[in-house]
């Protein structure tokens, strides 16, 4: 901000005020935010939320195969998807197996196995196979991601 001094006959009276230049560079910084948020839309959150639950599963189950595989405590592995958690056991079966991890869940994001919300995918010791294929649908509404698991243990995102 730029201040003048003009003297009138004795008295001196002071002028304040911007200057064209200092206008022009605060609407341009302004304009550049305003354009910014053009790009951002909430729609940029539920998408982070998708693929975030999406990471979560793949590095779950890819954990637990990898337990089995290890032989890890001479025991199946296998991860639990519930309605507000996921769980990583050590068991044939979840309902007779040791909780090792918990992870709380998006609710928001449905997560599904033949049509099913709440099941369990179970990697054999030493093996890492499973007893069927699987093919988990993992859907927000806006957008579905399915996770494939072979007869032979592997975990592809399709």
């Not at 001094?5 to 304040?16: F, I």
């Not at 958690?85 to 909780?99: M, Q, T």
């Amino acid at each position: 901000m730029k201040s003048q001094k003009v003297s009138t006959k004795g008295n001196t009276l002071r002028l304040a005020g911007f200057s064209i230049a200092e206008i022009l560079i605060a609407l341009s910084i302004f304009s550049l935010v305003l354009s910014g948020g053009f790009f951002l839309n909430l729609d940029m959150f539920t998408v982070g939320n998708f693929l975030a639950e999406e990471k979560v599963l793949r590095a779950l189950l890819k954990e637990s195969r990898s337990r089995a595989l290890a032989n890890f405590n001479e025991i199946s592995h296998g991860v639990f998807v519930g309605s507000d958690k996921f769980f990583i056991f050590a068991g044939e079966d979840f309902s007779n197996s040791e909780v090792l991890e918990e992870f709380n869940r998006n609710k928001k994001v449905k997560i599904t196995l033949d049509e099913e919300e709440n099941f369990e995918i179970v990697f054999e010791k030493r093996s890492a196979r499973v007893k069927e294929k699987k093919e988990i649908m993992i859907s927000d509404g806006a957008r579905k991601s399915f996770i494939f698991i072979g007869l032979e243990g592997e975990i592809k995102l399709r």
